[in-house]
């Protein structure tokens, strides 16, 4: 990963200049902060807002802090007011930002997987492994591996210098699948190797013949690229599914369809063992708001209930509706003061 000096040096960073504001708050004492932390929920609930605050709680806190976008409606640079882009930036002291270009990693993946393929097939079949890569930078689910290559790059890289990394991610069912994969391709993975094996053993038995096929058996690229690729689908496994390093955060409105994919959504990643820290329950309309949120009131009440039922075993921080969007730090960081909770 491109990681240049004058970018990432805080001291490159002059907040003031930025017009950052500041968080109207004592240091607190953070219980629990995990290196990972994953916002994410149904489109339009205010996932970004929650996941900027979060980051720019934590870079306020004194940690140095890493925020990412892996939505490809990014609007991270809209929340921050900062403009990013697919190479990480400085936001403010202690925060950076970096917004994955899907479309770009995507070229990017696939053409490393066809440079190597090229260095170990027939120059016969070179046309037919380029026509192939099209076809699987084309295919469903391209961008979403490469997504997660880029992902696990840049967790690998906790410790230089972040301490933290926040991920703004993309709506439910994108996320779900982008979290699987981890399970998904390491068993997809595993037999293959074990395909390659077998066709090993029969090119050393061929080999006792013929010195070329044997040293082709003897130092298979292809083995050696498909374990780099299991290594590092269990070390993301790893990180995902400790609860000391990754928690996962969804957040929902007080209503019908964004409470029932939540439940879903979280029944799902219980099933691939990563751990969820709990919900925000985002633009909470105050008691005060008057008589034209009346029937809106009541309505919310019940919803409110309903989430406290069916997650009430976990934290739910509750997020008040503001009287405008989320947009430049001022604001996230009157966000940021409630958010904190979630450390608690």
């Known amino acids: 990963m491109e990681n240049q000096a004058s970018n990432t040096d805080p001291g490159n960073v ?33 996932k970004t807002t929650c996941a900027t605050a979060y980051a720019a709680w934590l870079a306020h806190e004194g940690c140095k802090t890493l925020l990412v976008s892996t939505d490809p409606a990014h609007s991270l640079s809209d929340a921050l007011g900062v403009a990013l882009s697919d190479k990480i930036l400085p936001v403010c002291e202690n925060l950076w930002g970096i917004e994955i270009d899907a479309e770009l990693e995507a070229k990017r993946y696939v053409g490393e997987i066809q440079d190597k393929m090229l260095s170990i097939v027939s120059p016969v079949i070179v046309d037919e492994i380029k026509r192939q890569m ?15 290559d880029k992902f696990v790059e840049l967790m690998e890289e906790l410790g230089n210098p972040w301490e933290a990394i926040v991920f703004d991610t993309a709506p439910t069912g994108h996320t779900l699948r982008l979290l ?3 399970e998904i391709l390491g068993t997809w993975i595993e037999s293959l190797i074990r395909k390659r094996r077998k066709s090993l053993d029969l090119f050393k038995m061929a080999g006792r013949f013929e010195e070329d096929l044997m040293k082709r058996a003897m130092e298979d690229p292809v083995i050696d690229s498909l374990t780099r690729r299991q290594k590092k689908f269990e070390k993301s496994r790893q990180y995902l599914t400790d609860s000391e390093s990754s928690t996962f955060f969804f957040v929902l409105n007080a209503e019908k369809m964004p409470i029932l994919e939540t439940a879903r959504a979280v029944e799902m990643l219980e099933k691939y063992g990563i751990p969820i820290g709990g919900v925000i329950v985002n633009r909470v309309i105050p008691p005060e708001a008057g008589e034209f949120f009346e029937e809106r009131l009541i309505a919310q009440e019940e919803y409110l209930q309903d989430i406290e039922r069916r997650f009430g075993d976990r934290k739910i921080v509750r997020l008040p509706l503001l ?6 730090m001022e604001q996230v960081n009157a966000v940021a003061e409630r958010i904190g909770e979630i450390d608690a």
């Open 134 to 148: 099209e076809i699987a930078y084309m295919s469903p689910g391209a961008e979403e591996a490469a997504i997660f």
């Open 180 to 182: 699987s994969l981890p």
């Open 14 to 46: 002059n907040a003031e200049k930025m017009n950052m504001g500041k968080i109207n708050i004592e240091k607190t004492n953070i219980k629990k902060r995990r290196p990972f932390t994953f916002f994410g929920g149904k489109g339009g609930t205010g």
């Open 323 to 328: 009287r405008s969007d989320v947009r430049g």
